[in-house]
């Protein structure tokens, strides 16, 4: 069964609160944040330090990370570092392709979640009959993550052309990957999928994360989703993960 962290939900209740009571302007449960405005592509390390203070001194206990695909960027370890040390939790949305990759670069701390998007009603996997949406870098990162003592989310997006079988393969396979959290929220411009997340989200099993949900997806359909970095898509770069991973195998 999923739980969801008593620090977290303290967290969550004081800044609604604050929020209602007008105790502090602009407080906001949830604070989504784009790597690519922040990362260089081409630098190790964090170069909008302005950015990143503003971040830090948030009051938002949450801080959302997606946006362009973050993994693409050398610097997000530091980033995520630096927020959870500051008191935050962070939610790094990845697609999932470069998890088992770079995993070896965070921490497992109990403040960051893992947070690997998935799409419902997306085609099965050719080669090996993963469930619709569950790439298989994505699967094998999961998989690398958990053993590595990583906290797992996923973030499901139900779409108008989602059916509920596709979520609930989607929920098997999380059972199966032993998952910590679950985030399911319509997709950016989708406003008539309310009642099918509505329907999807009962099926997580925790009013918890289920509210979570709630909370969280008024920022993200706010924020348009950014292509991957240079223009590719993410087939494209999960095609290009997959043959560096065989060339390691065979160096």
């Known amino acids: 069964m999923m739980r969801f962290p008593l620090r977290l939900t303290a967290d969550l209740t004081m800044a609604r609160l604050a929020q209602e009571l007008r105790l502090s302007r602009g407080v906001r449960p949830v604070q989504f944040v784009d790597a690519a405005e922040i990362l260089h592509p081409d630098s190790s390390h964090p170069v909008s330090h302005e950015k990143i203070r503003d ?28 927020i959870t040390q500051s008191g935050h939790f962070v939610f790094l949305e990845t697609a999932g392709t470069f998890l088992r ?13 893992l947070t690997v998007r998935l799409e419902s009603g997306a085609p ?13 870098l994505a699967v094998e990162g999961i998989r690398a993550a958990r053993l590595s003592g990583f906290l797992i989310c996923v973030h499901v997006h139900v779409t108008p052309e989602t059916e509920m079988r596709d979520v609930a393969d989607l ?15 319509s997709v950016h411009g989708a ?6 997340t509505a329907e999807a989200r009962k099926r997580i099993g925790s009013i918890w994360w289920e509210s ?11 924020e348009p989703r950014s292509q991957p970095p240079t223009g590719t898509s993410e087939v494209h770069l999960e095609h290009k993960a997959r043959a560096d991973e065989e060339g390691i195998k065979f160096a």
Do not use: T
């Open 55 to 82: 971040i830090i001194g948030s009051r938002s206990p949450v801080i959302w990370i997606g946006g362009s695909e973050p993994l693409c960027h050398p610097g997000i370890a530091h980033l995520v570092r630096a």
């Open 101 to 113: 990759r770079r995993i070896h670069e965070f921490q497992p701390v109990s403040r960051l979640f």
């Open 124 to 136: 099965r996997a050719a080669s090996s009959g993963l469930r619709p949406g569950a790439s298989e």
């Open 171 to 185: 929920f098997q396979l999380a059972d199966s990957l032993d998952l910590d959290g679950c985030v399911i929220s």
């Open 191 to 196: 406003s008539n999928s309310a009642q099918k």
């Open 212 to 222: 979570f949900s709630r909370l969280v997806e008024p920022v993200l359909i706010r």
